[in-house]
């Protein structure tokens, strides 16, 4: 018997998640893929305790085991993350071979063993393809939860050996819900497009910086190049280029989605009248082809600041495509 579900949202996914683990069916792989923020390595966490757990309802969270997996303590928990060795963000291959030294060894104490690979899209080829037969066969008892939100960014050959669970954006009402106990914003709630983890980002800062970002991104585009290009690269030295960079592509996203809003006749979420009259002008342009085109080049910009490309230029890349797009569609 289990405790409360611990996301709020995708209700379904985690009770057919816990009926698999109850059944004794849990796949070996599991990829856990959907929007960052709503919960994927919360509820990977979450459900080895709950199958590990020794008591009658599960989990109890005081048990040996809920204990020393809460801690992240337990042996038969392993999390692989960014290789701290490595300057570029990613799962080396080192890190693979110690984790299959480590997989030889016998499970320690726990019913199963959990490898947690979080974000797993930072596996480059060689770390991934030295996984593959163990992701396919591994030892009995031991199941990897592949977390992502840039699934396209994972190898074929890994998605192919992975039972994929897709978690969605939590809905409105629900979001409403959880946002009204932690006294959030409705503001804040709408800007975070079903995603807790955003929600909780913004009402702790972010909120005042993507404001800011959103505002310099909509007077920047439309400008001559030489203007575009200064912004960029102003943009581009901030907080070491790569994070904020990474802010300013996010940004660029949500405007593309109130351009997809607009284009069905709902409200951007900007709160300025001017730029949304802006960003109905500029659905008016993408919808619905350049719209694609363009979350493409998003998806290519993440890409390209995992691997640590300077992050003007991938704005510069990127902005300069949506300035071609808005052009291309403009009557002459």
Known sequence: MATALPLVGNRDVQARMVQVADGGRLHHACLFEGPEGVGKR?????????????????PCGSCRSCTLLLAGTHPDLIVIGPDPERATAVISVQQAQELLGTLKLQRHSARHRFVILDPADLLNDESANTLLKTLEEPPAGT???LITA????????????????????????????????????A????????????ALRLAAGEAETRATLRAAVLGA???PLGKLFAFTEAEGKRDGGVNHAALAVDVVEELLRDTVYAANGKEPSGADPDANEQLRAWSAALWPGGNARMSQAVAVARDRLHLNVNGRVVLEALLAQLNLELSAATPR
Not at 46 to 58: G, M, Q
Not at 155 to 184: C, E, N
């Open 42 to 58: 919360t509820f990977a966490l979450w459900l080895a305790r709950y199958v590990n757990c020794e008591a009658a309802t599960r």
């Open 143 to 145: 199941h990897f939860f």
């Open 150 to 185: 840039r699934v396209a960014s994972l190898l074929p050959t890994i998605r192919s050996r992975t039972q994929r669970i897709r978690f969605g954006p939590v809905g409105r009402a629900a979001m409403a819900d959880w946002g009204q106990g932690r006294g959030l914003d």
């Open 187 to 198: 503001t804040i709630l709408a800007a975070a497009a079903g995603s807790p983890g955003l």
């Open 221 to 223: 585009i439309g400008q």
